[in-house]
């Protein structure tokens, strides 16, 4: 495999979906997303009278929470949400879509998190002795995981 043929992970965008209406370009921009991945739990059966193994059986999936990271942004709607929802309680989960680009801009892949809610949010250090930007953090907990490919 050439290193052309590689898939690069810095040419994406995050699509919020709150409330079915079209995400606002203000909120497509991050620095950094991790958390992206499914797990099947297993449970251990052992067998009577077998002692030379144990059965591995599956018991549901579990998700790591999705970790978002951007500069701090002004006048962001994702702002209000999280702020509604970290500050009242107020939960409206929504489908969160992360799309990876070619160097063309053409989507080569995805992740689709259903049902998606905020657990946290966090914004880094505040430091008079140092010129850096303020990034803010968001977490999402979700219901499932799709991962799309094209």
Excluded at 55 to 66: C, M, R, V, Y
Aim: aromatic residues 12%.
């Amino acid at each position: 495999m050439a290193y052309e043929d590689l898939v690069l992970g810095f040419r994406f965008g995050v699509f919020f979906f709150v409330g079915g209406v079209v995400p606002n370009p203000l909120d497509i921009r991050f620095q950094r997303v991790s958390g992206l991945g499914a797990q099947v739990n297993t449970i251990d059966h052992k067998e009577g009278g077998q002692n030379v193994f144990t059965h591995k059986l599956p018991d549901g999936i579990t998700h790591e929470n999705i970790v978002f990271e951007r500069g701090m942004v002004v006048g962001s709607p994702l702002n209000i949400e999280f702020n509604l929802a970290l500050s009242f309680y107020t939960m409206t989960p929504s489908n969160v879509l992360i799309m990876l680009f070619n160097e063309d801009t053409i989507p080569i892949g995805g992740w689709l998190c259903i049902k998606a809610y905020p657990v946290r949010w966090s914004t880094s250090d505040l430091n008079a002795g140092e010129s850096s930007v303020v990034i803010d953090t968001f977490e999402l907990a979700y219901q499932r995981l799709t991962f799309l490919r094209v």
